[in-house]
């Protein structure tokens, strides 16, 4: 069984995330604090939040698209690796991510997988749907057909995207802390449909999640 000893930071960007983290996780170990939406904004705020304390691991939590057939609505995401999806150049030939085209930083952020595995276990022995998967980072939200099956051809095993994980990484990453994403998903990843998102359902999803993890870490 994992179990962590010590400070938890954990990153929403808005406050009904973080109010259905709060709902779930009672425990004086834990911070949580606003990000923002973006990665830039996740990037500063996560590093202002490290900065004023001192955490043992960081998590960036919220709600995210899924992708269809991939992630359901209302089921979670715990991420096993965390992707910058639009940080590069377009081509005739498709993307180039920033480490393809050769500025040597890379888009791609690693997670403690025995954390992982122990909190995907834990939540689905919880009842809960859940899988790791790979969480994509934009910066805008994805919109079109097009631009949905390109980015599934792209990273074939994400089931999620949202608009924080790396930012947050990123900074995790500065102070040489682990890093977690977990996301429950409100809408299919496609063309625009604000009607659809499902915001309500995938809020409760992370309050339960959020029960689990504080049994867990
Ligand atoms: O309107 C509300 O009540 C409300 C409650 C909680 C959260 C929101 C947001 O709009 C959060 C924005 C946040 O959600 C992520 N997200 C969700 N779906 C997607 C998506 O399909 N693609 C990218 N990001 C998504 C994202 O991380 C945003 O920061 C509203």
């Known amino acids: 069984m994992y179990k962590l000893n010590g400070r938890i930071l954990i990153m929403t960007s808005v406050q009904a995330e973080k109010e259905a983290v709060l709902r779930g996780w009672h425990d004086p170990r834990v911070d949580v604090v606003l990000a923002g939406v973006g990665p830039v904004a996740a990037a500063i705020n996560t590093m202002k939040a490290l900065n004023a304390n001192t955490y043992d691991l960081v998590i960036n939590a919220g709600i995210a698209g899924g992708f269809a057939n991939r992630a359901e609505i209302g089921s979670l995401v715990i991420a096993n690796e965390i992707v910058c999806a639009d940080l590069g150049a377009e081509s005739p030939d498709g993307f180039l991510s920033l480490d393809e085209l050769g500025f040597g930083s890379s888009t791609r952020v690693g997670v403690d997988e025995s954390i992982v595995l122990a909190i995907s276990s834990a939540l689905s022995e919880a009842g809960l749907i859940a899988q790791t998967a790979p969480i994509l980072t934009l910066s805008k939200v994805t919109g079109t057909a097009e631009s949905t099956e390109?980015?599934?051809e792209r990273?074939?095993?994400a089931a999620a995207e949202a608009m924080e994980g790396?930012?947050?990484?990123?900074?995790a990453q500065e102070y040489n802390l682990p890093v977690l994403e977990i996301r429950a998903i409100s809408n299919t990843v496609g063309p625009r449909?604000?009607?659809g998102w499902r915001i309500?359902?995938?809020l409760i999803s992370l309050e339960s999640a959020s029960k689990v993890l504080m049994e867990v870490l």
Not at 166 to 171: E, F, K, Q, R
Request: without cysteine.
């Open 150 to 152: 390109e980015l599934m």
């Open 193 to 195: 449909d604000r009607e």
């Open 155 to 157: 990273e074939p095993k």
């Open 200 to 202: 309500k359902d995938a």
């Open 166 to 171: 790396y930012g947050v990484a990123l900074a």
